[in-house]
T-cell receptor, first 116, second 111 residues
Framework: KAGVTQTPRYLIKTRGQQVTLSCSPI?????VSWYQQTPGQGLQFLFE???????NKGNFPGRFSGRQFSNSRSEMNVSTLELGDSALYLC???????????????FGSGTQLSVL | GNSVTQMEGPVTLSEEAFLTINCTYT??????LFWYVQYPGEGLQLLLK???ADDKGSNKGFEATYRKETTSFHLEKGSVQVSDSAVYFC??????????WGAGTKLIIKP
């Protein structure tokens, strides 16, 4: 079974541009969540999509948005990039079962975004 | 709100040493607790988890016990190997289903 695939692996953008990151979950998984990882702030939750609907959202500005397609693939978009958006962006997939809080997440290797 | 505090690194040990990485949490209700590991150049992997008080999660020689009375979930291993060098993250998920992460602890094992 293929794992979680994130593309591209590396991205270099300049301030003011926009960027789209892609995440393909494990087959059969309906939930995709996104995280930002930086040396200063650590890991922070961005949002979660389940069955094409945003189900949960962290505390990020509206420049950060996402969507999920009918095949569960997800994209994350950041508009008007700022220097502080430089980070490793991780996505994780899961079945999306909310009968308990202990569901395992499967992570991709991430997209390293550098904003110059 | 919910939060996780874990010991700062890096933690440097010699091979076969005993490892403890401290993790304490603040949460309402009864969250699930996790340890994830991130090897260099890779994404995060679940190492172990525990769902309720006194549960012990274990995997690959690592153990952690859910201690409600001390709100802790310390990670331990009796004898570390060079291959255990990685960054370890403690995390919790409560009733809002958001994963809240600790800052991560970098572990360096020297042969």
């Amino acid at each position: 079974k293929a794992g979680v695939t994130q593309t591209p692996r590396y991205l270099i953008k300049t301030r003011g541009q926009q960027v789209t990151l892609s995440c393909s979950p494990i087959s059969g998984h309906r939930s995709v969540s996104w995280y930002q990882q930086t040396p200063g702030q650590g890991l922070q939750f961005l949002f979660e999509y389940f069955s094409e609907t945003q189900r949960n959202k962290g505390n990020f500005p509206g420049r950060f948005s996402g969507r999920q397609f009918s095949n569960s693939r997800s994209e994350m978009n950041v508009s008007t990039l700022e220097l502080g958006d430089s980070a490793l962006y991780l996505c994780a997939s899961s079945l999306g079962d909310r009968s308990s809080t202990n569901e395992k997440l499967f992570f991709g290797s991430g997209t390293q975004l550098s904003v110059l | 709100g919910n939060s996780v505090t874990q010991m700062e690194g890096p933690v440097t040990l010699s091979e076969e040493a005993f490892l403890t990485i401290n993790c304490t949490y603040t949460a309402t209700g009864y969250p699930s607790l996790f340890w994830y590991v991130q090897y260099p150049g890779e994404g995060l992997q679940l190492l172990l988890k525990a769902t309720k008080a006194d549960d012990k999660g274990s995997n690959k020689g690592f153990e952690a016990t859910y201690r409600k009375e001390t709100t802790s979930f310390h990670l331990e291993k009796g004898s570390v190997q060079v291959s255990d060098s990685a960054v370890y993250f403690c995390a919790l998920r409560g009733s809002n289903y958001q994963l809240i992460w600790g800052a991560g602890t970098k572990l360096i094992i020297k042969p």
